[in-house]
């Protein structure tokens, strides 16, 4: 009979601890960490993406959730050792990592999906993997008619229940643009509307963080707010009563992109994965619920629940230049700060 | 601080080497860090190109943000206020109770501590929001015609920080007055003292290292707490940790962001001398 002492034993089992790790590695064709926003962006590519990507190309995906403004920190903290591999960023933030120089280039020769996509979705920098569009969303059992302008949201009954945000975010940004403009105002001046935003301020049911908005509306702490269709489908998703409307001026569209990063350790990995994030199998998964994003691939058939009726409609929408908006928008919050607080 | 000067006179010698692994780790990761953060806030322009005082001379040289400082502080203090006028109360509660009243009382305590700080911070927009528990309930007993408006205040975030840090304050508190002398308290009211005075005079400067210590956790954590502050305070609230993450992470001003955070550093360092000071004199007077 052997003796097995303890420190044989602990031996034994880190080994065979080893051995049962070593094969899920060993047989992955490579990996890759990409950053992803929190949330319902997270839930999809992790549900959807991942697995698709692991079937098609034998692929390890691990997800890195921040939200845009926070990758671009997190990789200009990191001064060349990059933190993931991938970005997926919003127009703005995007642009300021552009400026940065934290992109490498892309070859759209690489991408078998390149084809199906719109011609200047993928540019020498980015790959838009899907289109948010914004708008106002209200709940139809509080108002007898529902707001149809930017200007209605200054008005009575809707200024009493409205939640307003500030410039941090991309869609916070492009309402208010979208507001100054109704007032006079333009993409570089929104001058005009920080006069409205004043006494609006006063009667609004709420001035808060954008991530906290879809909540209070959950609570019925406002009834109206500036959002996108991707959250209103997702709330309505969880029973609660809101409807999108596109304003009398148009509904904002802006793309959000895919990057590889800057000095990536798994370029080749980072392709595949962005390639499948723009493949219609993937986009017509995510354009349903609980997802709801808009896929921007010319072969997706479009679901009812996504309140925009085809991928043409998009190029109606209004668009905003965020090389012109960047250069102001630390003056803005500063501003915003400083009037809208008490 | 005091307790490492206090165990320092009770040895003979002192082996500093035992320091040695916490000293070099703090040195690594907090010291140098530190100084990276001060040398940051010496650039003129976000784009970190020019050196100078710019940042600091924009950040003390406007109303706004003196405003802001001031207003982090008294968050505070507010926090400190409501937590101590609740705590002692239940402190003395757990010192006149049984053992096992003693031991539910703790586990009631400690059970906010054990939820993420993320979850208790949402609970308490529930409770506070609109169509919440606290509105529902006041309208249903016909005390309030209309809807108060808590959450985005400064009220209802006192009141939310107040729960979230109530932990913080009741433990050392609940430590000292565990360790308190019962003859004292009953000798004080042998010879006369009524309750009150019995309370002001011998409870109170007895438990006082336990209120500093206690006051120092919910001050440093208060005005430091980022989620409860930017969920339930709202945008039109403005405080020194949400404009120190707005300032790095939206606007990628770096260098008034590490004002914004040197500044916060040493108003809770300011007030967590100003209150080690008041136990030094309490113990002294």
Redesign the interface.
Known sequence: MTVTTRREFLAGAAALGFASALPSRASAAGSLTAAIYPGTWEEAYRGVLAPALKKSADIDVAFDSLFAVDQVAKVRAARGVPPFDCFVLDPGPAASAMQAGLFEPIDASKLTNATKVPAGLITSHAVTCNAQVVGIAYNPKKFATPPKSWADLFKSPYVERLGLTGFQTTFGTVSIIEMAKVFGGSETNVEPVFAELKKAVEKAAAVAAPAAMPGLFQQGQIDVMYTNTNTVATLKGRGVSIEFVQPETGAITFQTTLHIVKGADNVASAYKYMDMAISAEVQSALQKQPYNMIPINKDVQLVETLDIKSVDELTKMVTHDWTKINPQRAAWIERFNKEITK | MAGAAAAGGIGDKVDWRLAAPLGLTYLAFFAAPFAILLGISFYAD?EQTRLGLDSWTKFYGDA?YLKVILDTLKLGVFAVTATTLLAYPLALLFRAVGPRAQRVLIFIILMPLLTSVVIRT?AW??IL????VVNQTLLALGITAAPLNL??TELGLVIALTQIEMPLMLLPLLTVMNQMDQNLVDASRALGASKWRTFFRVILPLTLPGWVAGATLVFASATTAFISQ??IG?????YLPA?IW?Q??????WPFAAVASLTLLFTVLAGIMALGWLGRFARTG
């Open positions: 976000a706004f949402f927009i529930v929001a609109r169509e919440g959450l985005q930017s969920v709202g945008a039109r609230l403005v404009l707005q790095s992470m939206v606007v990628y001003n």
